[in-house]
């Protein structure tokens, strides 16, 4: 350990594991070997940090939390797999979150700013980028990607594989088992399209004209009765049309439609 990191006296912590001197971590907290833990980073009572977790700066585990864990994966032998989590990001009670597999790239990554609330499970192998909120109960399945500030709703469940765009939104109960679009609300059991995520982007400061370019976008997607490509198709020539900010967000929701592996969310 560096510095005089704060540990509770009931704490257990692996002498080969890595504490910046500002860490603080709670009673009955264990943080495995292998384990490395920025500056500003709150452990809570009754967490466990697993072998191979990486964890940045300021982040706040809340009590009871099992990070960095082994993958629920019955192929899953011992192997050596990490967790890499970022900066700033809060995890609320009982969030389990599991390292890679070999089977993928061994991998599990969780970005920056991040809400993570209460029973929420990140399973292998999962990428989760930055300014996601995770609401209570929420479940990632193994191989799942999550954009940037998407915002999945209570008991949303995501089936592996799946992918959720940036600033993506889900209602409570969703169960998703196809990719859904960047800037896409969504619904239901099985999850379906709702609508633009239009208040979500007013709140991130998107303008009229980049919210007006992303309603055109998904009528082509949603409304013209297009197949994927077809729609594609018009995303590439509206995207040629347009300029700054609205050129980008098209280029976003392309590329994504570009990486689908399991049809969309209609």
């Known amino acids: 350990m560096s510095g005089a990191a704060r540990i509770h006296p009931s704490a257990i912590v692996d002498p080969g594991a890595e504490l910046d001197g500002t860490v603080s971590v709670g009673p009955y907290a264990i943080i495995e ?66 390292r890679g597999t070999v089977q993928d790239r061994g991998r599990t990554d969780v970005g920056d700013d991040n809400w993570i609330m209460a029973y929420v499970h990140i399973a292998h192998d999962c990428i989760v980028g930055s300014h996601v909120i995770l609401a209570n109960t929420t479940n990632l399945a193994g191989h799942v990607e999550l954009g940037d500030w998407a915002i999945l709703g209570g008991f949303t469940g995501v089936h592996q594989f799946c992918k959720i765009g940036a600033h993506a939104m889900t209602g409570v109960g969703t169960v998703v088992l196809h990719d859904l679009p960047p800037y896409v609300m969504a619904s239901g059991t099985p999850a379906n399209a709702h609508g633009l995520n239009s208040e979500g982007l007013r709140r991130r400061g998107f303008d009229a004209q980049r919210i007006q370019a992303l309603r055109r976008a998904y009528r082509s ?46």
């Open 33 to 98: 070997r292998d384990v490395r833990i920025g500056a500003g980073t709150s452990i809570g009572a009754h967490c466990v940090i697993g072998a191979g977790t990486t964890i940045g700066r300021d982040n706040v585990f809340h009590p009871f939390g099992a990070i960095g864990g082994p993958p629920q994966d019955k192929k899953y032998g011992g192997e050596p797999t990490t967790l890499v989590i970022g900066d700033g990001n809060t995890f609320r009670e009982y969030v389990t979150v599991n």
């Open 221 to 266: 997607l949603y409304r013209r009765g297009l197949g994927l490509e077809e729609a594609r198709a018009e995303l590439a020539a509206q995207r040629e049309s347009a300029i700054g900010d609205s050129a980008a967000d098209l280029a976003l929701l392309s590329g994504f439609l570009g990486r689908v592996t399991r049809g969309i969310v209609r």
